[in-house]
Each structure stands twice: as C-alpha cells, then as structure tokens.
C-alpha cells in the first residue's frame, strides 16, 4: 500500500511538460474522460490492489449548494507484523480536516478550489512523457488504450520515481465508449511489481459522506 500512496503523491505533484508533438492513440477519449471526471458535482473514487484483489482506497466527494465540498478518503492495508487490517482516514467536513490519528487542520475546499483527488488527477494522464501508446481491441469489444511512459522522463520530473523500471497506464472502455477503469502497472528495481485499477462510480449521486 505504501508504493500506490506514493505514487497517488507523485501523480498529485506532477504536470505535463514539453510541447506534445503529435496527438497519442487514446488521447481525445482519455481526455474526455478526465475533464468529465473535473466536472462532477459528486462521486467515489475506487482503488483496488489487483494482486490481491481487494479495494485498500475509497476516496468519496460531493459539493453542497454553497459549493462547499466535503470528502473522505479511507486507506486499508494489512499490516505485515500483526496480520490485522488496519483503516486509515482523511475527512473534510467543510470545515476542518480530520484524520483517524485524531489531528485536525483548518481548511478550505470548495467548487472553485476542490480538494486535488477530486479532479480526476488520479487518472494519471501526461501525455508529453508518454513513449509510446497503442489500441487492444478485447475478444468481448471492449477497447483498452495502453500507454507506457518514457521512464527518463518521469525520473526527471521526481526523485522518488529513481527506482521505477517501467510506468504503464492502460484505460478500458466498453463497446459504447463509456470509460469503465483505469489500470496502473509499475515494476521496480528492488521491489515487487504494483498493479492497480482505478474507477470512478456513484457520479454526481452521492448525497452523504460520513466517518463511521
């Protein structure tokens, strides 16, 4: 779980760079995507680790009328010592921001200035480091767009990217051209391989964020 939160903080600090010479394979659907995904008024954000499985992030948002927004973000991983789950989160409640360590800070997050998770960031989408991008046509029609990024260029932009080998992104679309997820393959010199699917669901329906 570490290595996605840290690569959830690098993709959260990282922008495009350079002049894109040419438009990728993908790129007009992809971005259609993510400008859909900065525009919604609410909606979840689903994590899954794809080595096990199992979801370990749910990030959820809504604004109010006032265009203030509240959001939650809840980690799970399982601690390797005790084997026991352990649950983190983030909460901003329009007021404060909370955390399951029970510290809170003054902040301020609205429609104009949301929380950075909730602007389709996490789609991770810089088309001027990408090298190269090709279309897979799946046996049941279902398109997926696959990019893999120029590593030299990701490391410059990022000292903790110093151990990835490779950084692939591949985003699944049905037969009507409606994005369904997102997936992220990292491979590392010293470490396991990362997998992860990302998906956005419950857009502009979610009427309620609580802590329970």
Not at 31 to 38: G, L, N, R, T
Not at 120 to 148: N, Q, R, S
């Amino acid at each position: 779980m570490k290595k996605f939160l840290s690569v959830i903080f690098i993709i959260l600090t990282l922008t495009a760079c350079g002049a894109e010479e040419k438009i990728l394979v993908g790129q007009p659907e992809i971005q259609s995507v993510i400008d859909a995904a900065a525009s919604l008024n609410s909606g979840r954000y689903i994590i899954t680790n794809l080595t096990t499985g199992e979801p370990q992030e749910v990030f959820s948002f809504m604004f109010l009328e006032d265009k203030t927004q509240i959001w939650l973000d809840e980690t799970e991983y399982k601690d390797a010592e005790t084997g026991e789950y352990v649950r983190n989160y983030r909460y901003f409640d329009g007021k404060l921001e909370k955390s399951s360590d029970g510290s809170e800070t003054p902040a301020v997050y609205t429609k104009d200035e949301p929380y950075q998770m909730s602007t389709g960031v996490l789609l991770f989408f810089i088309p001027g480091l990408v090298k190269t991008a090709e279309e897979v046509i799946t046996d049941d029609g279902f398109t997926m767009y696959v990019w893999d990024y120029d590593i030299e260029k990701l490391r410059s932009q990022s000292d903790a990217l110093a151990e990835v080998l490779t950084f692939r992104t591949t985003y699944l679309f049905d037969t009507a051209g409606e994005f369904l997820a997102m997936t992220e393959h990292i491979t590392y010199e010293n470490s396991p391989p990362s997998d992860y699917q990302i998906e956005i669901i419950e857009r502009n329906e979610v009427t309620e964020i609580i802590v329970d």
